[in-house]
């Protein structure tokens, strides 16, 4: 099945700072979402985002399919962004299970 | 819209006994529930896909007989963890998909504490 792989483990950022959070996948995909998890541990959707660009806010995520990463941006970082940054993707094309991967813990300091 | 919700949000138990974890799909019908587990400071772990009348299915290594799942109806799939043990503390979280897109939901997660 896929392997989903995400970088960097950790990144501490002053606030105010940008930053670029990357995922790998080990196989084509035509569905992948980016969460963050915050401190009680609920998992926010950020993007829907199979391919492309999208924009919502100081964040924004790219898909380049064909080459099997993702990019989610987050610009003007807030103390609030902190947390865990999740990407998902289908454990086998044509279902809907997830496999996550590893995780960016990201911390924002005041 | 597409909020799920699950009950409790916290349990405590003791070992030997059995626990049930409800996940509902508020405002959307969802023919297909996934079951999750996280352990601290690490990823989520897909345990079983809920499908709404018939069976679950089960990933590699997971017990199906300890990790009991009923999807009885579109809105509803449950989740008992039977005589539980220390090591089936976790952090347990439910997804359902949005047939009206693609897009997943999950429910802001159970935390069992299993003594």
């Known amino acids: 099945g896929i392997q989903v792989e995400q970088s960097p483990p950790d990144l501490i950022l002053q606030e105010g700072a940008n930053s670029t959070l990357r995922c790998n996948f080990s196989d084509s995909v035509n569905n992948l979402q980016w969460f963050h998890q915050n401190p009680w541990g609920q998992l926010i959707n950020l993007f829907y985002i199979p391919s492309g660009t999208k924009q919502n806010g100081r964040l924004s995520a790219t898909t380049v399919a064909t080459e099997r990463y993702s990019l989610l941006y987050i610009s003007s970082s807030q103390t609030t962004d902190s947390g865990v940054y999740f990407c998902?993707?289908?454990?086998?094309?044509?279902?809907?299970?997830?496999?996550f991967g590893t995780g960016t813990r990201l911390k924002v300091l005041a | 819209g597409a909020v799920v919700s699950q009950h409790p949000s916290r349990v405590i138990c003791k070992s030997g006994t059995s626990v049930k974890i409800e996940c509902r799909s508020l405002?959307?019908?969802?023919?297909?529930m996934f079951w999750y587990r996280q352990f601290p400071k690490q990823s989520l772990m897909l345990m079983a896909t809920?499908?709404?009348?018939?069976?679950?299915?089960?990933e590699q290594g997971v017990e199906k007989d300890k990790f009991l799942i009923n999807h009885a109806s579109l809105t509803l799939s449950t989740l008992t963890v039977t005589s539980a043990h220390p090591e089936d503390s976790s952090f347990y979280i439910c997804?359902?998909?949005?047939?009206?897109?693609?897009?997943?939901?999950f429910g802001p997660g159970t935390r069992l504490t299993v003594l």
């Open positions: 405002d959307f019908q969802a023919t297909t």
């Open positions: 998902a993707a289908p454990a086998t094309s044509g279902t809907y299970k997830y496999i």
């Open positions: 809920s499908n709404e009348g018939s069976k679950a299915t089960y």
């Open positions: 997804s359902a998909r949005d047939t009206r897109g693609n897009e997943q939901f």
